[in-house]
């Protein structure tokens, strides 16, 4: 019975700092982050569109059916159907610098992540430090003898030279020290300040990832926008060209016209003015097509 107390109090110190340990660590720093509520509203339009468009007896006029919601392929732009722009794009992708920053900006994220993560584990540190003293021989007393390697291998017992003896072996001591050291250490975290840091650079990845997408679809959008415009202003200018050749041939029969006496001047006027018309449409446009293409040509 004089041993019950010796026995309870320890475990009774146990029982509370497993308590009090608990208790701390339930003790986070910092509320649990909690996903915002989308919004309620479904779309941009303050009504509903409707789904199918409206089709035209024109080549390439079938309607055409949305599907909200549903997700789209990476490589979207194949849909077109044209390997010069496939080719184009992937060229850009592979190219871009801005994709590069975005990437290595994506990959330094996610090592401050398992950097993070490495706080949990414990923390091993192995160290060595070898130590070699010389020490000189004694004149004369005790004095042990080494080998080559340095090992002792005999004392020496004589009589000091100034009483008559012989002289001693005097040879050098040569001591090697070899210490090896192993540290084990782990930092417990009680109040959750490192797993809330983990929390946000883990954040702080996923928006690297979401930039990283968002460039490489405004990259592939970007070039989609310019290979049409650029087709759009070629078309466009083949057709002024075309206009324009019309009206120079209009005034060369207005001008034999004139000289046949078929024609008034005021007629062949009239269809100089025409044709100047047209022509000062051809600058703009091939203005407008040299940019695009040099957008292009950068890639």
């Known amino acids: 019975m004089t041993y019950a107390p010796a026995l309870f109090y320890p475990r009774v110190r146990s029982a509370l700092a497993l308590a009090c340990a ?20 479904t779309g941009y339009a303050p009504s509903a569109l409707p789904l199918d468009t409206a089709s035209a007896p024109v080549p390439g006029g079938d309607a055409q059916r949305f599907a909200p919601g549903r997700d789209i392929q990476a490589d979207w732009w194949t849909l077109f159907g044209s390997p010069r722009l496939d080719e184009l794009i992937s060229r850009a992708l592979a190219r871009s610098p801005t994709l ?41 007393g005790n004095s042990p003898g080494v080998q080559g390697n340095g090992r002792v291998i005999s004392t020496y017992q004589g009589t000091p030279a100034s009483e008559g003896g012989s002289a001693p072996f005097n040879a050098p001591v040569i001591y090697n020290f070899h210490t090896a050291q192993l540290t084990v250490g782990y930092a417990p975290d009680i109040f959750g300040g490192q797993r809330r840091q983990l929390e946000s650079l883990e954040a ?12 490489r679809l405004t990259l592939a959008s970007n070039l989609v926008a310019a290979s049409i415009q650029e087709a759009l202003l070629r078309r466009q200018l083949a057709i002024a060209e075309g206009i324009v050749e019309a009206n120079e041939q209009a005034v060369a029969l207005v001008q034999r016209q004139l000289r046949a006496g078929y024609a008034a001047p005021q007629d062949l006027a009239q269809q100089e003015l025409a044709l100047a018309q047209a022509r000062q449409q ?10 695009t293409r040099n957008l292009l040509r950068q890639v």
């Open 22 to 41: 608990a208790l701390l660590a339930g003790c986070t720093v910092g509320p649990d982050f909690r996903r915002p509520d989308p919004p309620a509203a």
């Open 100 to 140: 590069e920053a975005a990437q290595a900006a994506l990959r330094a994220a996610q090592e401050n992540v398992y950097a993070q993560r490495g706080f949990f584990f414990p923390t091993v540190g192995i160290g060595y430090s070898p130590a070699r003293t010389k020490i000189a021989g004694n004149l004369g």
């Open 204 to 215: 702080q990845a996923r928006m690297q990832h979401y930039q990283l997408e968002a460039a």
């Open 282 to 291: 051809l600058p703009p446009l091939r203005k407008q097509r040299e940019q």
